[in-house]
């Protein structure tokens, strides 16, 4: 897994590196020039017009714009601060450039470049954009529109390196962007990740931190390694019993894409623990490899539900549930089982309602709320997906699957990682239900609550990559999903 940083965390690390073992800013100025380099050539670019800040973000500019001149790239360089406000290695690099006949004040070119090097500012930028740093993000937006490539170095202007919002009026939107050794935050959460284009990580040198930081980036080929192997000789009940306890009156669905979810998944054995009239019939006709267990919709239906519970290798609660007194009796009696519990949608509202009456559980738990979910769970507005999930994975000791673009999975030491997979098309009723399935699967199949999370939240995201192929970004239902191969190409 790759991990990711803070911009601070990456400042530490340059200053730890340099200090220790002598390296100086101009060769790991020079190492990021060349991998810049590297990309603008892959461009198959004739021209640039390379637009260069105050900062190392600058020199970095200033340093390639050397490398593509002297590669026979015709290239103009517009340093934006006087050259009297640099230091370090960003004025040796203006200082060479001079000497070799490079003005650094180019006019704005009237037609656009083939390439448009936005070398402003890096992650460290904390403030918005004004004057001419910001006409010249308008600017370089207005060259990409008319059809130039436009490469941000380390992150496009004027998107937060900590937290991918745009800071100010406007960012760069960039078509590539090229991040020096580790992803940072910004580039992996919205709107920065769309602004960042095509992001490319590329390694300048630097040694991995003693401590690595609590954040990783999951990939498929971490997929590929967590999965569980299917021995040939395997039985049904290799891959568990699973419990799903859901749905309610006009809310059978929920229940039925999370049992095929679920047998998708792989799972041995799939019981469904669900109303008698209301939805038990549906589930035997649309999902006849589930086996159903009709519950009466009364408050004491959890009293029927717990010798249910023997045997059972880990269990599954709220799509459809509701949150009448029959719901909160089901959530109770599995909630006091020893079983590791995934708890989803009105199983985690009824959690936020009457959180007092639920102490600690003493098995493995995993919670799945989308923002607003989470919340109600927090009991204040959430507003960063790494906080805000390792918050309610220390408050509930549990592993937290915090919904979204960019899905956080953190777990209570701390320890977090990202899934970046999925699209617009998952953004339709039933999906998260979905993923309770496949989840629930997961740890029936041996694996532990974190990764399943985190591999889960994957294979959900890749399938619904696959199926808006086939279906387009707003015709894909829950329960085309349902039905996915969860593990195609795996």
Request: proline share 7%.
């Amino acid at each position: 897994m790759k991990m990711v940083l803070t911009p601070k965390q990456m400042q530490c690390i340059e200053r730890d590196v340099m200090q220790r073992t002598g390296i100086e800013s101009l060769l790991l100025m020079e190492r990021a020039a060349l991998e810049l380099l590297r990309l603008a050539q892959g461009l198959g670019i004739r021209d640039a017009y390379v637009i260069c800040g105050p900062g190392n973000n600058g020199g970095d500019g200033l340093a390639l714009a050397r490398l593509l001149h002297l590669e026979g790239v015709r290239t103009q360089v517009r340093l934006l601060p006087p050259p009297d406000r640099l230091q370090g290695a960003a004025l040796k690099n203006a200082d060479v450039l001079r000497a070799l006949g490079l003005a650094l004040d180019a006019p704005w070119p009237s037609s656009p470049p083939g390439l448009v090097v936005d070398a402003l500012f890096g992650t460290g930028l904390s403030r918005p954009l004004t004057g001419e740093y910001l006409q010249a993000v308008q600017r370089i937006n207005a060259y990409r529109r008319a059809g130039s490539q436009v490469l941000a170095v380390d992150i496009p202007s004027g998107v937060d390196g900590a937290t991918g919002r745009v800071l100010g009026e406007e960012a760069v939107h960039a078509s590539h962007c090229v991040s020096f050794q580790w992803p940072k935050r910004g580039h992996l959460f919205y709107p920065g990740r769309e602004l960042c284009g095509q992001l490319h990580v590329v390694s300048i040198g630097l040694p991995a931190p003693k401590e690595a930081p609590q954040l990783a980036v999951l990939d498929e080929e971490d997929v590929r390694f967590l999965l569980p192997k299917r021995p040939p000789d395997a039985h049904k009940n290799r891959f568990g019993h699973g419990l799903l306890i859901a749905g309610s009156r006009g809310m059978a669905g929920a229940a039925l894409m999370s049992a095929q979810a679920a047998l998708s998944g792989g799972i041995g054995l799939l019981s469904c623990a669900c109303p008698r009239h209301s939805v038990a019939p549906y589930l035997q006709a649309q999902v006849p490899a589930a086996m159903a267990y009709p519950l009466p919709e009364t408050p004491r239906a959890g009293e029927r539900l717990v010798p249910f519970l023997s045997g059972k290798t880990a269990a599954a609660i709220g799509p459809g549930l509701g949150r009448s007194e029959t719901a909160l009796s089901l959530l109770c009696a599995v909630w006091a089982s020893s079983l590791p519990l995934v708890a989803d949608a009105d199983a985690l509202n009824l959690l936020a309602q009457y959180a007092k009456d639920f102490p600690l559980r003493n098995a493995p738990l995993v919670l799945t709320p989308h923002p607003g979910e989470a919340a109600r769970l927090l009991g204040r507005p959430v507003d960063d997906p790494v906080a805000d999930a390792r918050a309610l994975a220390q408050t509930w000791q549990a592993v937290c699957l915090l919904k979204g673009a960019t899905t956080v999975i953190a777990a209570p030491e701390g320890t977090a990682l990202l899934n970046l997979s999925g699209c617009s098309a998952l953004a339709t009723g039933g999906s998260g239900d979905v993923l309770t399935g496949l989840l629930l699967s997961l740890l029936c199949q041996g694996m532990a609550p974190l990764e399943a999370a985190a591999v889960a939240a994957y294979l959900h995201g890749r399938a619904g990559e696959r199926l808006a192929q086939e279906f387009g970004d707003r015709s894909l239902n829950a329960w085309q999903l349902a039905h996915a191969n969860f593990f195609s190409g795996f």
